[in-house]
Nanobody, 122 residues
Framework: VQLQASGGGLVQAGDSLRLSCAAS????????MGWFRQAPGKEREFVAA????????YYADSVKGRFTISRDNAKNLVYLQMNSLKPEDTAVYYC????????????????WGQGTQVTVSS
């Protein structure tokens, strides 16, 4: 399965963005999904994850209360709603999949597609 993240852009602090993750080749309902980000000079880090049905979600402490992960299995899409954006949220955002339940471990996920750049100005 190939994943493609989209929806990034340049925004000001306090603004909102919604990222989308689309898949080709396989249905996303078979997988737990995650969002991750990588800022320049830093390692890729976990942002949020969601179970196959959407009933379980996990968030990094840095985004809890501001970001919401969701999915629409009928449309084969996964979303990341980002509110109250901060300059420290600036990064390339990626989506990825894993079998079985969601986790917060970057290494558990695969099928990393092309990310989408999010830049938040102060």
């Amino acid at each position: 399965v190939q994943l493609q993240a989209s929806g990034g852009g340049l925004v000001q602090a306090g603004d909102s963005l919604r990222l989308s993750c689309a898949a080709s080749g396989r249905t996303l309902s078979n997988y737990a999904m995650g969002w991750f980000r990588q800022a320049p000079g830093k390692e890729r880090e976990f942002v949020a994850a969601i179970s196959r049905t959407g009933g379980t979600t996990y968030y990094a402490d840095s985004v809890k209360g501001r970001f919401t992960i969701s999915r629409d299995n009928a449309k084969n899409l996964v979303y990341l709603q980002m509110n109250s954006l901060k300059p420290e949220d600036t990064a390339v955002y990626y989506c990825a999949k894993k079998y079985y339940g969601p986790t917060t471990n970057v290494a558990d996920f695969d099928s990393w597609g092309q990310g989408t750049q999010v830049t938040v100005s102060s």
